[in-house]
């Protein structure tokens, strides 16, 4: 079924052009390489899996409780919208929630496909060309998988969101060939992973969860790219410079944290915009969510040498500073660790079931 035929509101054209800026470049040097890079480049190419196996399509979703959503967590729950909803009311706008949710997932992982292309293209050194190789075919595996549980689980997709859209669109037209590591790799990868996980960690639906683990322990490779890269290259940086993608940092973490509110679904049950941004901006669950989505991102900037004194204001306004002290190592670790683990809970309990159909069958022929 054509996409446009499950948008929940009109996306619009069918296509986004992007005027391309910046330069191609290419280099001669083919021996030569950092070992980190070149290490991550490796582990890369060992890790590619197919989303069509890998993943276990023929688990059953409720279309109206796809994430197993608690009512606490909805921004509509206490207010005089929510007492009016009938419990058919309350599932549709789950499945409108979940829809929007893994639907800004899709968008952001085709944009991500294509910020890397741009890595691959505008790098300067090999080894980073090397590696952003992968993370291209990453990313296609990433958008293929979100794409057809939007498709086939939910049967419902939302268009891109504005503030997404509009910081893609400042990373790709930027023609400085560390802005796409700096917008995609650190801000919207970042923001990602750590919506991916606060969903990971609190589903009881086995589906999403195996996507989302597995998501992310590609996504947990992507940003250790960034951080290698850019830490190297941002060291070279004058100050004056360093400020320049300080005020980008700070003016896509402001359009990051207005892109989680979902006004599109309040807006959809027939709530006027203003009123939308009221209740979600008043909504306790949703302050906390959006405070923990910069867990990835403020420790990251601060490791990239992008610190200075306008860039911590901005993270005191948002509540975020001290997030700069947490152990974005540890988190990565978990994230591979997590998918490896489900991965041999699955297989241990496919072997299981295998055992007890060969004890039948042999049970079954000692009977004849």
């Not at 802005?179 to 919207?188: D, E, R, S």
Request: proline share 4%; glycine share 8%.
């Amino acid at each position: 079924m054509p996409s446009f035929d499950v948008y929940a509101t009109d996306p619009g054209d069918s296509h986004w052009q992007v005027p391309a800026t910046g330069q191609a470049r290419f280099s001669w040097e083919y021996d030569d390489g950092r070992e980190r890079l070149l290490a991550l480049y490796q582990k890369g190419k060992d890790k590619q899996w197919d989303g069509a196996t890998r993943i276990d399509w023929d688990l059953e979703v409720d279309p109206h409780d796809p994430l197993g959503t608690p009512d606490e967590s909805m921004s509509l729950y206490g207010t005089k919208y929510w007492d009016g909803l009938t419990d058919r009311d309350k599932g549709e706008l789950r499945l409108h929630t979940a829809s929007w949710q893994f639907s800004q997932f899709l968008h952001g992982e085709q944009g991500a496909m294509v910020c890397a292309a741009r890595i691959v293209e505008s790098v300067p050194d090999l080894d980073a060309k090397f590696y952003s190789a992968t993370q291209v075919m990453d990313e296609a595996r990433h958008a293929e998988i979100y794409g057809r549980f939007l498709h086939d689980k939910l049967g419902m997709l939302y268009p891109v969101n504005d503030n997404l859209q509009a910081l893609l669109g400042d990373t790709l037209r930027d023609s400085r060939w560390d802005m796409p590591y700096l917008g995609m790799q650190v801000l919207i990868e970042g923001l990602a992973l750590a919506a991916f996980g606060m969903i990971r960690d609190t589903t009881d639906k086995p589906l999403p969860k195996q996507i989302l683990a597995y998501v992310m322990q590609d996504e947990a490779r992507h940003v250790a790219f960034g951080r290698m890269a850019l830490r190297d290259y941002y060291r070279q940086l004058t100050d004056a410079e360093l400020r320049e993608r300080e005020e980008f940092v700070i003016e896509g973490c402001y359009l990051m944290r207005d892109r989680l509110r979902g006004i599109e679904v309040l807006e959809n049950f027939g709530i006027p915009r203003a009123e939308a941004e009221q209740i979600t901006e008043q909504s306790q669950f949703l302050a906390l969510f959006r405070k923990l989505l910069f867990s990835r991102i403020v420790p990251c900037v601060k490791d990239i040498g992008l610190w200075g004194k306008r860039l911590q204001e901005a993270y005191v306004d948002m509540g975020v500073l001290e997030l700069g002290d947490s152990s974005l190592d540890l988190l990565m670790t978990q994230d591979e660790e997590i998918a490896e683990r489900l991965d041999a809970e699955r297989f241990a309990a496919e072997e299981r079931e295998r055992a007890a159909e060969v004890g039948e069958a042999i049970a079954a022929g000692a009977e004849e």
